[in-house]
Structure formats: C-alpha cells, structure tokens
C-alpha cells in the first residue's frame, strides 16, 4: 500500500523559514496537499494541488511537489504557525495521510 | 458560508454500531464529494471513507466490510454506518468536503467523538 512519510517534528526560529517534507513513491506524479492542526482543533487545508493557496491562508505558506518528495515552506515563521502539519495525496481512490509533523517554533 | 456539522458520536460497546451524520449547509453538496477522516487520541489523521456525488463508495481496508457510507441529498447530509465496532475505532472522526473529487479536503467539521469500550 502507499505510504507518505513525514518528519516526526521540526524546528525553526520565529521569522526564519520552515520547510516540511513529505516523501512517497513518485510523489511528483500525483497531488499533494498540506493540513494545518493546532490542538483541540480541526485541520485546516494550507496547501492544495501541490501549490496553491486557500483563500485567507497566509502568503508565508507555500507548497512544492517534485521526484519523490512534497514541501510545504513556511517563510518568515511566526509563533501562531506552531502546530501538526500533514501532508496527503490520492492513490487508486484511497486518500493517504502522512503521520504528520509537529512545527515547535522556539 | 460552508459549514459541516457532525453528530451521533458516543460511548458503545466493541462489537456494537453506531451511526454518524453530517450536516451540510453553504455549497451546492449533491454534487460534491464527501469523506470521513477519524483521528484516534494522540494521533495522526487517517482517512475512513468517501462518496462521490454519484454515489460511488469507497473504504480504508481498516473498516471495509464494517462501515458503510451513504448520503441523503434531499437532507444535504452524509452518513456514516458503523458496526463491529473494535477498540482500535475509538477517535474524533472528522466530515470534509472535497470539491474535485479525489483531490484535497477544502472544509471540515468539528469532529464527532467515538469510543468503543466496554
């Protein structure tokens, strides 16, 4: 079965940037979208079609989708960007979820 | 405004059924697909289940054979019919929205908490 593999967490400095990776079998060839979980919360979509926007996400959020691996950048990291990133695509009409990645801004 | 409203979650025992539902309101649902993504305490999200417009299904081999999905456009609501309830069942399961149709998950609900316990 397909999996998305994701960084168990990430670190970065208020204002520097944040990359995410999530890594699966020719990645590139399908769509990856980016969920954004803080606790006690539902997702909410930050990324989708590999690099488009949401209207009222935050220009700070971008996407890229290549070879094996999907990143989601966060440029310029603030303090309220801090919680669980997921990644997920469509494989034979199963979505497939990443195991998510805990952004700890310090 | 889109808005998705989840209800039926509860406490039931392993071997048990319960059914979930979910409200829909703000967007034209009969030709939107709908999911079921479940998120058990602590972890990471894992989808369950999906239904296109049309009525085509598909399920997570965790539950095929023990969920089924269905939908009322009349009522704009997506259902969600579990039986054989295990432990390992036990999450928040989340109703989103897909607009493209094996794409992304644009809109989610607030989530509907079910524990299988005895």
């Known amino acids: 079965s397909y999996e998305l593999t994701q960084p168990p967490s990430v670190s970065v400095s208020p204002g520097q940037t944040a990359s995410i990776t999530c890594s699966g079998d020719k990645l590139g060839d399908k769509y990856a979208s980016w969920y954004q979980q803080k606790p006690g919360q539902s997702p909410v979509l930050v990324i989708y079609?590999?690099?488009k926007r949401p209207s009222g996400i935050p220009e700070r959020f971008s996407g890229s989708n290549s070879g094996n691996t999907a990143t989601l950048t966060i440029s310029g990291t603030q303090a309220m960007d801090e919680a669980d990133y997921y990644c997920?695509?469509?494989?034979?009409?199963?979505?497939?979820f990443g195991g998510g990645t805990k952004l700890t801004v310090l | 405004e889109v808005q998705l409203v989840e209800s039926g979650g509860g406490l039931v025992q392993p071997g048990g059924s319960l059914r979930l539902s979910c409200a829909a309101s703000g967007f034209v649902f009969s030709i939107n697909c709908m999911g079921w993504v479940r998120q058990a305490p602590g972890k990471g999200l894992e989808w369950v289940s999906f239904i296109y417009g049309g009525g085509d299904t598909y399920y997570a081999d965790s539950v095929k054979g023990r969920f089924t999905i269905s939908r009322d456009n009349s009522k704009n609501t997506v259902y969600l019919q579990m039986n054989s309830l295990k432990a390992e069942d036990t999450a928040v399961y989340y109703c989103?929205?897909?607009?493209?149709?094996?794409?992304?998950?644009?809109?989610w609900g607030q989530g509907t908490l079910v524990t299988v316990s005895s």
């Open positions: 989103a929205r897909d607009p493209r149709s094996g794409s992304y998950f644009d809109y």
């Open positions: 079609l590999d690099t």
């Open positions: 997920q695509a469509w494989d034979t009409s199963t979505a497939i």
